[in-house]
Nanobody, 120 residues
Framework: QRQLVESGGGLVQAGGSLKLSCAAS????????MGWYRQAPGKLRDLVAT???????NYADDVKGRFTIPRDNAKNTVYLQMNSLEPEGTAHYYC??????????????WGQGTQVTVSS
């Protein structure tokens, strides 16, 4: 079965940094877009950043200049480097990927998420 597993969340003080990881596993022909989304209590799930298979990136306005989304295609892994964290960044962070299976179908996958808490 194909799946995404996130790691790297935790508690950090405002102004600090965290690096999240998301590894894809299973029978995969190709992974297209990958991205990170976050959801705070009582709020909708919002896009944080996405990256295509060739490295093109897109960031939410409120994280531009502070977050980056590196991708390692050889490891089927995407990262979210978060710098200058603010309390407003406290949320459950989810990894998303569009994966092409060995039968050449494609679909969206979501990880279980990892909690990021930023204290002031």
């Amino acid at each position: 079965q194909r799946q995404l597993v996130e790691s790297g969340g935790g508690l950090v003080q405002a102004g600090g940094s965290l690096k999240l990881s998301c590894a894809a596993s299973g029978s995969i022909f190709r992974i297209d877009d990958m991205g990170w989304y976050r959801q705070a209590p009582g709020k909708l799930r919002d896009l944080v950043a996405t990256v295509t298979s060739d490295g093109s990136t897109n960031y939410a306005d409120d994280v531009k200049g502070r977050f980056t989304i590196p991708r390692d295609n050889a490891k089927n892994t995407v990262y979210l480097q978060m710098n200058s964290l603010e309390p407003e960044g406290t949320a459950h962070y989810y990894c998303n990927a569009v994966m092409i299976g060995t039968s050449f179908n494609h679909r969206n996958y979501w990880g279980q998420g990892t909690q990021v808490t930023v204290s002031s």
